[in-house]
T-cell receptor, first 117, second 111 residues
């Protein structure tokens, strides 16, 4: 399957600072990328959908000013957690989608573990 | 909300087939069923997807009932490395094709 990478794989930051997470599709072009968040022992929760060159669409309850998403190219999307607080500590996972034939294939990155102290 | 229902956990003996059921009784005619799995602290791994026909690849087989209200993922010869949480997801056509994860089934493969 196709490969999606994330950087960094883990990060520790102080409360009040901002953190940027990169997501790249390595061997395919993805017109649509998704960002998920996962708390311990819970399922993945979709945060937002981003299409290359346009503004992201956020799920209900996700603060768009806090979680800034930029999808600058067909292979790169970034998530910036602004003014991070301890409750933002979580596992952030990106996903990239490509159309194959008449259906979509969607691949996930390895995740980024964010710890806010 | 997720459109699927799965048992929270299952056990399987190593070397035997693992059959993971999924109910999706409200699925629409143009919505695909996707299966992913997540090994602890990793991103989900794509397994297989289908619309109405049974599908098979190098990892698994997907059996979809004729009325499309349920499906079964089959791992033909489970190994210890197949221990993971398995998610059955219906891609919601009228919401931009998002994948909304439910709680999944925690499969434990035992020696």
């Amino acid at each position: 399957g196709a490969v999606v990478s994330q950087h960094p794989s883990w990060v520790i930051c102080k409360s009040g600072t901002s953190v940027k997470i990169e997501c790249r599709s390595l061997d395919f072009q993805a017109t649509t990328m998704f960002w998920y968040r996962q708390f311990p022992k819970q399922s993945l929760m979709l945060m937002a959908t981003s299409n290359e060159g346009s503004k992201a669409t956020y799920e209900q309850g996700v603060e768009k000013d806090k979680f800034l998403i930029n999808h600058a190219s067909l292979t790169l999307s970034t998530l910036t957690v602004t003014s991070a607080h301890p409750e933002d500590s979580s596992f952030y996972i990106c996903s990239a989608r490509v159309m194959v034939g008449f259906s979509y294939e969607q691949y996930f990155g390895p995740g980024t573990r964010l710890t806010v102290t | 909300d997720a459109k699927t229902t799965q048992p929270p956990s299952m056990d399987c003996a190593e070397g035997r087939a693992a059959n993971l059921p999924c109910n999706h009784s409200t699925i629409s005619g143009n919505e695909y069923v996707y299966w992913y799995r997540q090994i602890h602290s990793q991103g989900p791994q794509y397994i297989i997807h289908g619309l109405k026909n049974n599908e098979t690849n190098e990892m698994a087989s997907l059996i979809i009932t004729e009325d499309r209200k349920s499906s079964t993922l089959i791992l033909p010869h489970a190994t210890l490395r197949d221990t993971a949480v398995y998610y059955c997801i219906v891609r919601v056509y009228n919401q931009g094709g998002k994948l909304i994860f439910g709680q999944g089934t925690e499969l434990s493969v035992k020696p």
